[in-house]
């Protein structure tokens, strides 16, 4: 039965397979790439599900090298169908909606390795607000979260350029102060960089202390 009143989200966080994920890392990066997904996509999740307006956590992924520890942590785990991320956002989607269909459901990158949890409960309550709302990557150009209240048609649209594609498709765009955190996608050195300007999560500043042990 549907839950008006639930505020509390059903996050869907979708994570590629792992020899195919964070290529534009892959120079900076060299053997230690996939240990660096594996380790942005932790830091993700934790935050997430320290979220008090997360009720659950449910990652899409077809790598078991993934699903451990995203699972260890406290994620539900769904199969990837492999038919590219909108389809695997779309089955997490229906895995919430079978599980908690009176919850709002949202789609969060796993790339965010500096995610507050208090700046994503800023970010879901502003979405609260809307049937359909998204916000906007750091470079204004694609989309780290989009959300639907309860009941609604989940029809995210992420993929290169996606901002403008969401905003197409009627979504909301949040542009709230103090959620730099959810903004702070990482997919080259320089939004590395920058999302360590934030303050990186405990998993990925490991490996970067091992990728670059001088600071
Ligand atoms: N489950 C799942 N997640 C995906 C898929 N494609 C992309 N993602 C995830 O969607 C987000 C954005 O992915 P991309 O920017 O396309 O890929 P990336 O691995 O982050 O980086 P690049 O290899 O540099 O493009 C990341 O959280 C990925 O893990 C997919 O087909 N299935
Ligand atoms: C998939 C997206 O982003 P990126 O490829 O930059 O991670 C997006 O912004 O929709």
Redesign the pocket.
Known sequence: MLNPMSNRWSLVI???TLV??????AAATGPHRTRL?VAVACDTVSAALACPLVARVIV???DPAAAGPLSVLGADVVP?P?Q??NT?LRTGAAHAVRVAPGDPVGAL???LPALRPAELATALTAAAEFDQAFVPDALDVGTTFYGVRAGLPFTPR??GESRSRHLAGGAKELCVEGIESVRRDV?TPDDLRAAMALGLGGHTAAVVADLWPSG
């Not at 195919?20 to 890392?25: C, P, Q, W």
């Open positions: 979708p994570v590629k195919a994920a964070k290529t534009r890392l997904a899409v992924t077809a990837d492999d590219g991320l695997a990158q796993a790339d992420f993929g997919d």
